[in-house]
């Protein structure tokens, strides 16, 4: 199934208009480089600092457990070297396809944005998150599962940082009242 869908995609959806936008698309998700610059810029404003900070956590838990962890163990071929007929748009892949880093940096950082920042800005990043998703199935690097692996991924990474960070900072004020008191 998850040949047939990339098929599909390459057969009916790409075009000379889509296929320079989503190869630009697709850069952005490239090492969660635009994410990661998102969250510095988050960090440089106090109102919106612990934002960066929850952004960061999540896309470093990303990194350690897609990128080191699991792309590793299961060590899944890309897809242009197993699907015949599917070419890939732009350049080979050194690391294994599953999950797909992309999708997941993209939803962990998205999803920390959305739970976070006013709508006007949450909404987008996912928005965003989802194109760089779609991206890497439009240029073939990644097989569907991939792709809905690593943002499920991204959601519940993202979901825990928030978490996280809320369970930190309500201990901090625990803390801080004892003393007080």
Known sequence: MDAEILLWIQNH??????????KGITVL?????FWILLCVLFL????????GITG????FGSLILNNLILKNAVGRTRPYEMIRGLELLGRKAWDPSF???HSAASFAAATVF???LPSRFGIPSLILAALISFSRLYIGIHYPTDVLFGVLDGFFLGIFSV??????QRRRKESENGIEK
């Not at 959806?13 to 989503?22: A, G």
């Not at 998700?29 to 480089?33: D, E, L, R, S, T």
């Not at 960061?56 to 896309?59: N, Q, R, S």
């Not at 978490?163 to 930190?168: G, K, L, Q, S, Y």
């Open 99 to 101: 999950p797909s880093g």
């Open 114 to 116: 959305f739970l976070m």
């Open 13 to 22: 959806h790409r075009n000379d208009v889509l296929t320079p936008l989503m």
């Open 56 to 59: 960061g956590i999540a896309l």
């Open 163 to 168: 978490w996280f960070m809320d369970r930190i």
């Open 44 to 51: 440089l404003k106090k109102e919106y600092r612990r934002t």
């Open 29 to 33: 998700g490239n090492a969660g480089w």
